[in-house]
Each structure stands twice: as C-alpha cells, then as structure tokens.
C-alpha cells in the first residue's frame, strides 16, 4: 500500500515544503514547538497525544520547560511514510491554529506557542 512505502529524501524534502518547520533529522522528521511554560507545553503533549490516537499512528515526544520535540518516523516501515507526513500536517495544523481577523473569537495575542 503507498502509505507504507518509504519516502526517498527527495520526496520527504518535497513534502515538507508545505510545513517548513519541520526537518529531516537522521531519520526523523522532526519539530520543535516553543512555548511560554510547562502549561502550554502540557497542551501541546495532550493535543498531539489526541491526533496521534486519533490516527493509529504515534509520535516520540521529548518535553522540557517551555518546549516540547516531536519527531515521527514509521517504525514498521523503518522510514518516513506518507503516515508521517500526514500526522505532521495535521499537527502542525492543530497546533497552529488560532481564530482568525474575522472571527467572533478574540484568540490569545500574546505568550503563545511558537
Ligand atoms: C498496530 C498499530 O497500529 C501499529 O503498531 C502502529 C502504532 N503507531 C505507530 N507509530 C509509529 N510512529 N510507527 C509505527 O510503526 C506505528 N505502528
């Protein structure tokens, strides 16, 4: 099945020009998340934690006080899989969300996570 295939550098590179954050990193794809403190690096563990069940499909997470590490590989596949750059989409997009100018939403402006 393609999402079981192992990406070539070429094709991860290509991928990860629409989440530019993230690196290939000795067989990883990889993203570190700043944040103003434990709390919020707590919430980032959690809402990764949700994609990740959510998908059948876990990341290593490494956290400290104010950041938190993702790094995903396939471990079945011994590679970087469309899995991986899927889940890395989605988190990206999770994380990264905030409400827009237009939304009813006021959203937090500061002391966010990076
Ligand atoms: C049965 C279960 O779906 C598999 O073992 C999944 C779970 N999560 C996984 N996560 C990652 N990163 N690699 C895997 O190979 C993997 N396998």
């Known amino acids: 099945m393609a999402d079981k295939e192992v990406l070539t550098e070429e094709q991860i ?4 020009k629409k989440i530019p ?8 794809i990889t ?7 434990f709390p919020h690096t707590l919430l980032v563990a959690n809402t990764i934690g ?3 069940e959510a998908a ?5 997470l490494e956290l400290g006080y104010a ?7 396939t471990h079945s596949a011994k590679g ?3 899995k991986d750059i899927e889940l890395a989409t989605q ?4 994380i990264g969300w905030k409400p827009g100018e237009d939304s009813a939403l006021e959203g937090k402006s500061k002391n966010w996570v990076k």
């Open 91 to 94: 988190i990206e997009h999770s």
């Open 21 to 28: 954050e993230w690196k290939l990193q000795e067989g990883w």
């Open 13 to 16: 590179a290509e991928h990860l």
């Open 56 to 60: 059948d499909h876990h990341p290593d």
């Open 80 to 82: 970087i899989t469309m």
């Open 50 to 52: 949700y994609m990740a």
């Open 31 to 37: 993203r570190v998340y700043k944040t103003p403190g």
């Open 67 to 73: 950041r938190a590490k993702v790094k995903l590989q």
